[in-house]
């Protein structure tokens, strides 16, 4: 089922459960070659998500800055090939949103563990704006913080849940956007993790 949370932003409640061993597989496979890693911010700080990616295009953050690059930092080599699985489910719930011609170029895989979060900020690394971001959340449930245009404005607090892919686009592109502290717990899938995959048109 649906819910508009915002305009732009769509919540596919369940949408990617069906595929949930396949998607669980495919990371298991994407960390056997490119591990996680906990990235420097360009102020030095250590980010508690622990980030991978595949695709074409990586995010990656360092004392220079961000941005998305062909190699992976720590090896030197190529990302992960974005199995077809991330691709077909990605497309699918962007055309879902009415965005027909979405083709992901980059997959963030981000794991938190107890204690982990995500800081309110913009997503802005990548060139074409008029391209929404697919997200899908795996394991734990953790509240996502859905603000302005500004950062001074008030977030709304959405959790979100296993399985759930969201689309975001048109005038919630560029909106203020984090997520709490993860609590302790156990999911059946994943353990004492929630993974969240990004999908993201970089170029
Ligand atoms: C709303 N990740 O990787 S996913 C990120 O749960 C990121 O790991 C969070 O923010 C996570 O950059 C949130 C949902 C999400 C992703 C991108 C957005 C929401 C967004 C871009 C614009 C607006
Ligand atoms: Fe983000």
Not at 95 to 123: E, T, V
């Amino acid at each position: 089922f649906t819910e508009h949370v915002s305009e732009g932003a769509l919540v596919l409640r369940q949408f990617a459960t069906t595929q949930e061993h396949d998607l669980l597989t495919e990371i298991s496979q994407i960390i056997a070659l490119a591990p996680f890693r906990h990235m420097t911010t360009p102020g030095g700080h250590s980010m508690s998500a622990a980030m991978t990616c595949c695709g074409r295009y990586g995010w990656v953050t360092d004392a220079r800055g961000y941005r998305y690059q062909r190699e992976d930092p720590s090896s030197g080599k190529p990302w992960p090939v974005m199995p077809t699985t991330f691709a077909d489910l990605a497309q699918s719930a962007a055309q879902s949103a009415g965005y027909a011609d979405f083709i992901p170029d980059s997959c963030l895989i981000n794991r938190y563990k107890a204690g982990a979060k995500m800081g309110l900020h913009q997503d802005k690394n990548e060139q074409d704006f008029t391209q929404p971001i697919v997200s899908v959340s795996l394991g734990l449930s953790q509240v996502f913080q859905f603000g302005g245009l500004v950062r001074g404005e008030r977030p709304r607090n959405i959790p979100l849940y296993h399985g759930d892919v969201v689309v975001w686009g048109g005038p919630a592109r560029l909106r203020y956007h984090g997520v709490l502290t993860l609590k302790a717990g156990e999911h059946p899938l994943t353990g004492s993790c929630r993974y969240n995959l990004t999908f993201r048109c970089a170029r």
